[in-house]
Nanobody, 118 residues
Framework: EVHLVESGGGLVQAGGSLTLSCTAS????????IGWFRQAPGKGREGVSC????????YYADSVKGRFTISKENSKNTVYLQMNNLKPEDTAVYYC???????????WGQGTQVTVSS
């Protein structure tokens, strides 16, 4: 059974930092791409950052470039999102997302709340 388990959310003041973690398990056919989405109150879910397993290419939303860094630790099947210089507009539920190489199926974690106070 596939699982994506996130951790690391919390409350932080503007300008602060948080690191989110997502540990994947049960992906027998591997993961083609893994990353983070977020959903703020009253808004749709948006892509934040992702990393390709095949070539290591990364994507960042314009709103987080220069502040967020995505990385992977393959030995632990874990992806991290280091978030620096956090802003109140970063407040959202952050979801880990993984895409399988066969069928391009999407899997989601349960979400972790990030709240940035001004």
């Amino acid at each position: 059974e596939v699982h994506l388990v996130e951790s690391g959310g919390g409350l932080v003041q503007a300008g602060g930092s948080l690191t989110l973690s997502c540990t994947a398990s049960g992906f027998g056919s591997g993961i083609a791409e893994i990353g983070w989405f977020r959903q703020a109150p009253g808004k749709g879910r948006e892509g934040v950052s992702c990393i390709s397993s095949s070539d290591g290419l990364v994507y960042y939303a314009d709103s987080v470039k220069g502040r967020f860094t995505i990385s992977k630790e393959n030995s632990k099947n874990t992806v991290y999102l280091q978030m620096n210089n956090l802003k109140p507009e970063d407040t959202a539920v952050y979801y880990c997302n993984a895409v399988t190489p066969v069928g391009k199926y999407n899997y989601w974690g349960q979400g972790t709340q990030v709240t940035v106070s001004s």
